[in-house]
């Protein structure tokens, strides 16, 4: 089961994290968090007296992946940009420092071609697993084709404004299984 999204669900006495895989599949992990005031009364501790008992199924989370891309250098049809590397490589100083991430693979520059592109997205579908987290971050240029109303990325090594040089931003079909 491939996780997407949690949703954090408040009630009184619960709180329920619920993962939902694409398939509508769900699994999650409740917490009751019922408070004894007789024991809580007058302290200065609030949350003595908690019961926290964990209930139902215990979520699975497995490696996290993260394919980060920035592009700066552009010729022909597109103009250079000034931060899209810069932001790119503090998003994963950031994760590194910050986050647990299991693996990464970064595209800076020329190295961010349309057919490295493809193949960072072969390795995250070869190795990513239903149990993992991917983060897919991109900064360069985009460009949305109006009359086929898709948006694409533009890669490093894009110097005319066809289609065939883009990738498609729309990323849904990569990870549906």
């Known amino acids: 089961m491939k996780t997407k999204t949690f949703f954090l669900l408040f009630t009184f006495v619960f709180i329920t994290f619920t993962a939902f895989s694409q398939s509508g599949e769900s699994t999650y992990k409740s917490l009751n968090l019922s408070k004894d005031p007789k024991k809580t009364r007058g302290t200065a501790d609030p949350l003595s007296g908690l019961n926290v008992a964990l209930e139902e199924q215990?979520?699975?989370?497995?490696?996290?992946?993260?394919?980060?891309?920035g592009i700066d250098k552009y010729s022909g049809a597109w103009q250079p940009l000034n931060n899209a590397v810069r932001d790119a490589q503090t998003i994963k100083q950031t994760l590194e420092t910050n986050y647990k991430v299991d693996h990464?693979?970064?595209?800076?520059?020329?190295?961010?071609?349309?057919?490295n592109i493809i193949k960072a997205f072969e390795w995250l579908m070869k190795s990513a697993q239903d149990n993992d987290n991917?983060?897919?971050?991109?900064?360069?240029h985009g460009e949305y084709v109006r009359n086929l109303d898709k948006g694409f990325w533009v890669p490093a090594d894009a110097t005319t404004s066809s289609v065939a040089n883009y990738y498609p931003a729309d990323l849904r079909c990569l990870f549906q299984r």
Do not use: P, Q
Not at 134 to 140: K, M, T
């Open 104 to 115: 990464f693979k970064t595209l800076y520059d020329e190295e961010a071609s349309r057919e």
């Open 134 to 140: 991917v983060l897919i971050y991109y900064s360069g």
């Open 58 to 69: 215990e979520m699975i989370i497995g490696d996290y992946y993260a394919l980060i891309i």
